[in-house]
């Protein structure tokens, strides 16, 4: 490891990508395990927004998940490494964060649960990934670096609280702050209001189209933080559909990037963390690259902004 992992969480903390992809790669299926237990008892929410993770103040949580008239969650909690299950009747149950395939993890996870009393069926696969190695199968991802997982948490904390301050001046249709398990990601998601085109086919690796089209189904505007894009991981900024000009919109800070390939700009986080401002730097192209989306598709943007000082007499 460098000496970049040995700074201290509760600062944009510095974690290479490549000093942790493979206890990353088991997080990633972890994560998806416990989405997929939230998705099977949860009820429907528009654009899938009931299957993701939270961040805690200790990690990622489910938040309350109902089960028939009481509720349990499930949070991962990166600073004594355990997986807790919580139900509201008092019961607990957890499961150790430490190196062990995701088959492992999977049957002590369904176990717990079980014990519990709380019956669970969920689809055995993960999505977006390729291949998709069934959990029960799964002995290829086995890593758990605990320092590595505390640091890419407090990665999520600092770019989370950012992105609730740029969440907080608009009042349209707007998403929760939310960890996406399919894709690994920190989300925000703007909406204009008006209906998005069908969303093509394909494009997302082991993931119906059905299920896409439901995410995209309204013109949108939406950023995020994922643990790849860059050397520590990026920022990245999209809309759908892109509208004409957004491409050539300029956006701030200067290390941003639009990539054609992908069809989003992108920030790496090291700019960020490197920056003098590091909260200025990550609002600065949150903000810049809304406005890319905003002006270039016409939204109404009177009716869903507020100034920065609308809520201060309150």
Not at 119 to 134: F, G, L, Q, S
Not at 187 to 216: K, M, Q
Not at 228 to 245: D, K, R, T
Request: glycine content about 8%; hydrophobic content about 40%; some cysteine.
């Amino acid at each position: 490891m460098t000496e970049q992992k040995n700074q201290q969480v509760g600062v944009w903390p510095r974690l290479r990508v490549e000093n942790w992809v493979e206890t990353r790669d088991t997080l990633h299926m972890w994560t998806q395990i416990v989405g997929k237990i939230r998705m099977a008892h949860a009820p429907m929410v528009n654009h899938w927004w009931q299957v993701t993770l939270y961040v805690s103040p200790r990690g990622l949580t489910t938040s309350a998940i109902p089960y028939r008239n009481g509720a349990f969650d499930i949070e991962f909690d990166f600073v004594d490494h355990r997986l807790r299950i919580d139900v509201s009747g008092g019961g607990r149950r957890d499961v150790a964060l430490a190196p062990k395939p995701v088959s492992q993890f999977y049957a002590e996870t369904m176990g717990a649960l079980g014990e519990l009393g709380i019956r669970t069926r969920i689809y055995p696969r993960p999505n977006e990934v390729e291949p998709a190695i069934p959990f029960a199968d799964d002995d290829r991802h086995a890593s758990y670096d605990p320092h590595a997982a505390r640091l890419f948490w407090s990665q999520l904390l600092q770019a989370g609280r950012v992105f609730g301050e740029f969440r907080s001046s608009f009042v349209g249709k707007v998403s929760p702050v939310h960890f996406f398990w399919g894709s690994m990601d920190l989300a925000c998601t703007r909406f204009s209001g008006r209906p998005a085109p069908l969303h093509p086919p394909g494009g997302l690796p082991n993931i119906p189209d059905w299920v896409t089209r439901e995410a995209y189904s309204l013109e949108l505007s939406s950023c995020g933080f994922w643990p790849g894009g860059g050397e520590e991981g990026a920022f990245y900024a999209y809309a759908y559909p892109e509208p004409v000009g957004f491409a050539d919109h300029p956006v701030r800070p200067a290390e941003a990037s639009y990539q054609r390939v992908n069809g989003e700009f992108v920030l790496p986080y090291e700019a960020v963390a490197s920056a003098a401002d590091p909260d200025r730097a990550l609002s600065d192209f949150l903000h810049s690259t809304y406005e890319a989306a905003a002006q270039s598709g016409r939204w109404d943007r009177a009716a869903l902004e507020v100034g920065a000082h609308h809520w201060e007499h309150h």
